[in-house]
């Protein structure tokens, strides 16, 4: 037998190939071999790494042990574009055949794990026990598979990119169409949404050796962001330093001494953003050694997150700008 055919039968060979590329030997590593074998197997791709080379897409659904194993058996990579990571935290992988169209989609038992256990009763180690069982369990007792359609837009596939802007806040490029539009201004994920990483202060030198850093007479930029119902003004900074201080004395009558308002005008601020937004923040209860209190609401401390969202995203776009037109 060719042992660059992607069969069970080649079980050890893609394994000890696998090993190699993931560092140890591992249960995800078994099982991700057995998952593209498989996989590969159902959308008639036979030689991945050769003649198929350009026929094959695989999405994975984590970035764990068992990726690594696909990548591995199905030559598939990220920069060339064959390989599709979503951060879905499932142990689950797609296969799709190109020129065929057609894809399956294969997720890994949970009770797999379960069942493993019962082929190797005397391999102590529960890990071992599973990497050995999952060489040779069935398909069935391993996987469960669906038909799927996969979603591939013109810029998702391999090949040169077919467009590149400029982010309106950053200045950075963007490729494939990986931008959003906003009031016709192109804007990249992180301007947009937020990302991954922070922008240390110190940085800001970056975009400009002209500037004199005085602390004093720094030019900073400043926004304020306010929610509003038919131009009424429902929710901002005060309204949200009130719910944070109710939610740390657990007391409206603390909350508004905190922030320095009367407890008539706290009462009419919380009414009135019930009224407008038709939900309940604040639950008063009566009783108790403090002769009752007040807490926030599950949609009270829902809608603060929110708001906090935005409120970062909505500063790191400003700032980004500010820096970038201001060259701060
Ligand atoms: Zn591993
Ligand atoms: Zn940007």
Redesign the pocket.
Known sequence: MNNKQITIQNLEVLLKESIKN???L?P??VLGIRMAILGLNIINIKDPKGKDKKSLIVFVESD??LT?AIQSVTGCSLGRRTLKFFDYGKVAATFYNIPQNNAIRIIAKEEAKEKAKGYFPSIVDKYKAQTEAYKIMPNEELFETMTVKVKLKPEDMPGKPLKQVKCSACGEYIQDSRETLISESNFCKPCSEGSYYILQQTEKTFFSDTVVHNSQNELIVKSKLWLEIKGEPIFGRGRKQLLLAIAKYGSINKAAKEIQISYKKAWSYITSMEERLGVKLVDRYVGGKDGGGAVLTNEAKEFLRKYEDLEEGINELVNRKFWRIFNV
């Open positions: 993931h560092g140890h591992c995800g590593q764990r042990c690594d």
